[in-house]
């Protein structure tokens, strides 16, 4: 931290987050019409929780003293569009760890649900039909994981009791873990034809948008589920609507491009499809987690000690 301590914008009342360093400034704020106090002031800035990028870089122009955006989404892309009004210095940290139990649990009832067919009994439940038949089980399959951070762990955590084939992880690097190597984009082109199940997990940056294009998808082995719990732009949405309703894969959707889904849109039609409203984050365990991580964040930020998260400095 440098200079004088200034105001802490939290999106929840301070006095509900335990274990906040005392001393600070704190300022309640969660996306209201009327800021708190002024923004010259803020010194750190907590972004409101799903309320969208318009409300999260509203404030950003007029917060010439800030030192820190903290996030509570492991990704940043709806506070990156305001970040070039931010003065040189400024500490952008995300939420990771937050999202990682909650993330990867959706993950994994969306591939269940989809290999299973559960969308098809809730039909069937409807309309008082008895719909059984041969599914697909997730034992013995082989799952891809795109994006191989906190989440993309997790995810492979919740896996393994399942009995799959094999899990291949994918990131922007090539490294080794614990559990085996993880390949590099570079390898998608080889490996997407093995892959029997692709979560798509990774954060939007101008190298993933569109990276699920028709190229992509055309790898994959026929009957292959897709599923994007990452960000919507990742994946070519008029591409992906073209093999789902080619019958040759299918998808299972947390997020889409564009979002909200218009209730005229192709993709809410097209066959083989399960969507949920981007509710890979907001459970039960957002919450405590994410208290957790402002009270540790503030505490550095109060004793000027290095932050966790950082994804990047303005300059």
């Not at 409807?126 to 082989?142: H, I, M, Q």
Request: proline content about 9%; hydrophobic content about 45%; overall charge neutral.
């Amino acid at each position: 931290m440098t200079g004088d301590t200034g105001d802490v914008w939290l999106p929840f009342p301070a006095d509900e987050v335990p274990g906040l360093p005392e001393g600070l400034d704190y300022r309640f704020w969660n996306g209201g019409p009327d800021f708190p106090a002024d923004p010259a002031n803020c010194a750190f800035y907590v972004v409101p929780y799903l309320k969208g990028a318009e409300v999260a870089v509203r404030p950003l122009p007029r917060m010439t003293s800030l030192e820190v955006v903290q996030t509570l989404s492991a990704g940043v892309d709806h506070v990156q569009g305001g970040l070039g009004h931010l003065r040189p210095g400024v500490r952008l940290c995300n939420a990771r760890g937050v999202h990682d139990a909650s993330t990867a649990e959706l993950a994994l009832t969306l591939v269940l649900a989809s290999l299973r067919g559960i969308p098809d009994f809730v039909r069937g439940q409807d309309a008082r039909e008895w719909r059984s038949g041969f599914r697909p089980a997730l034992a013995d399959k082989t799952v891809l994981l795109l994006g191989y951070g906190a989440i993309g762990s997790a995810i492979e955590d919740r896996l393994t009791p399942f009995e799959v084939a094999r899990v291949v992880r994918v990131a922007r690097s090539a490294r080794t873990t614990e559990r085996g190597p993880v390949h590099p984009l570079t390898d998608l082109p080889r490996l997407l034809p093995e892959a029997d199940v692709v979560v798509v997990v990774t954060p939007l940056t101008d190298r993933t948008r569109g990276m699920v294009n028709a190229a992509f998808l055309a790898r994959l082995k026929d009957g292959a589920l897709l599923v994007n719990v990452g960000r919507g732009p990742v994946v070519d949405t008029k591409a992906l609507v073209a093999e789902l309703e080619s019958g040759r894969i299918t998808a299972a959707l947390d997020v889409t491009d564009p979002e909200p889904l218009p209730a005229g849109h192709p993709l809410w039609q097209a066959p083989g499809v399960l969507i949920s409203p981007h509710v890979g984050g907001p459970t039960s365990a957002f919450m405590p987690r994410a208290k957790r991580l402002l009270a540790a964040q503030l505490g550095r930020f109060a004793a000027g000690e290095p932050l966790d998260n950082l994804v990047l400095t303005t300059s």
